[in-house]
């Protein structure tokens, strides 16, 4: 069953939209999405107009497997995962392998019918990479411990023998001048944590969840301090996609680009994954039945220089 998504609209720069996977030398595909927590999306996030069914667990993990799997990726990021256990086994048994960091008082562990915390998960095909290390970071803000946390793992390519560092982080949510400055703060904390596993002097993949416009200062903090673009900035007709979540809240509809690849001047960016058309995501917005979060999944190709 496709539940309506098609199979890879990748955006090419002169090569094929297929994942060749082993044999292509130093190329390797990208993917981060925040899943939306089952437990924050029954519980917490209040959506509205949902179509029936949409956030029944039973079908939705297939869903978010399925729109995972469509993309071929190398690489998965993911946020908000409350459900590691099931992604972990279902992907381990397709040839990735994953390492997973709760967020240390994750909202959802008090939630009705929770699974658990929250946190951030990162998978990678064992037949692509090799794992030279991986590691997890509770992010500061002015050197105290916050709720958000980073996943680093240095990757070594079988193809090629190319080392590349990826990492993956969901910082802060909601709006105002503090908060703004927490995920300033938070991105501050990311970037000397990367430096410090030694980012700067290999290739290097950051994404996740910002909870930041591209004009807010994490956004430049992040950029200036790790040498990093946005896959997407650079590509997407030189500018951010037009949104990457859109959802409606009792409140109102709620419509922005968070979700970011960055990566830095030992990557090329070679394709970039399409971003839904309204008409694609439908009325209701998101989720819905055919596109399993309040988040769209990117992903990029890239070719390590
Ligand atoms: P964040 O403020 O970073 O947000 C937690 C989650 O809420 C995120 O995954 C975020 O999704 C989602 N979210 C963002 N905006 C809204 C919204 N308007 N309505 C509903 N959900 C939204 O959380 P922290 O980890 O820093 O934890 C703080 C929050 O956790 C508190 O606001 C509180 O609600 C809850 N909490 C409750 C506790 C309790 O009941 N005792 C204890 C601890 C935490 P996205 O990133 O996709 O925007
Ligand atoms: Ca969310």
New binding site residues.
């Given amino acids: 069953q496709s539940w309506g998504l098609k199979r890879v609209p990748f955006i090419s720069q002169g090569c094929s939209s297929a994942n060749t996977h082993a044999q292509d030398g130093g190329r390797f595909r990208v993917l981060t999405w925040?899943i939306?927590?089952q437990a924050?999306a029954v519980s917490?996030?209040?959506f509205v107009g949902l179509p029936e069914g949409t956030l029944d667990w039973a079908a939705r993990r297939l869903r978010i497997l399925h729109e995972i799997l469509i993309y071929d990726p190398d690489v998965i990021c993911l946020?908000?995962v409350d459900h590691f256990n099931f992604l972990n086994s279902t992907l381990s048994s397709l040839g990735y392998r994953g390492v997973f960091c709760s967020?240390p008082?994750?909202?959802c562990i008090?939630l009705a019918n929770n699974n658990g915390p929250?946190g951030c998960a990162l998978f990678y095909r064992r037949d692509k990479f090799d794992l030279i290390s991986a590691s997890s970071r509770v992010l500061e803000i002015w050197r105290v411990q916050?709720?958000?946390v980073c996943i680093f793992a240095n990757l070594r390519l079988r193809d090629t023998g190319q080392q590349v560092c990826v990492a993956t982080t969901?910082l802060?949510?909601?709006q105002g001048a503090l908060l703004t400055t927490m995920r300033n703060e938070q991105g501050k904390d990311v970037s000397n944590y990367l430096i410090s596993c030694g980012s700067l002097a290999k290739p290097l993949i950051l994404c996740g969840?910002f909870?930041a416009v591209s004009t807010e200062p994490v956004i430049s903090t992040v950029k200036s301090r790790l040498g990093v673009k946005s896959v997407y900035g650079k590509l997407y007709n030189g500018e951010e996609p037009p949104y990457t979540?859109w959802k409606v809240?009792a409140d109102g509809e709620y419509r922005h680009t968070i979700d970011y690849i960055f990566y830095n001047k030992f990557c090329d960016v070679e394709s970039l994954l399409r971003i839904p058309t309204e008409e694609q995501i439908g009325p209701s917005r998101l989720p819905n039945l055919s596109y399993a979060s309040?988040?769209i999944a990117i992903a990029c190709d890239i070719r390590l220089k």
């Fill in positions: 925040n939306l927590a924050l917490h996030d209040n946020q908000e967020k008082d994750s909202p008090y929250d916050s709720n958000q969901h802060k949510a909601r969840d909870n979540t809240r309040d988040h």
